[in-house]
């Protein structure tokens, strides 16, 4: 689940890079993009963390 969100995340952040690219006018997409690829990977690392715990790997 918790990479399920991940990913919509990543594409929203990826919308936002893009309307950011396009229109000078849009720099808050581009740090809005920014904060939620940042998101993003606490996210994922917070997933590898788990599957890599001690508990996971036996």
Not at 19 to 28: I, L
């Amino acid at each position: 689940m918790a990479l399920h969100h991940a990913s919509n995340l990543l594409h929203v952040a990826k919308l936002l890079a893009e309307d950011a690219a396009m229109t000078k006018e849009t720099d808050r997409y581009a740090w809005a993009s920014h904060y939620l690829q940042e998101m993003v990977k606490a996210v994922v690392d917070d997933v590898v963390k788990v599957l890599d715990s001690p508990v996971n790997t036996q």
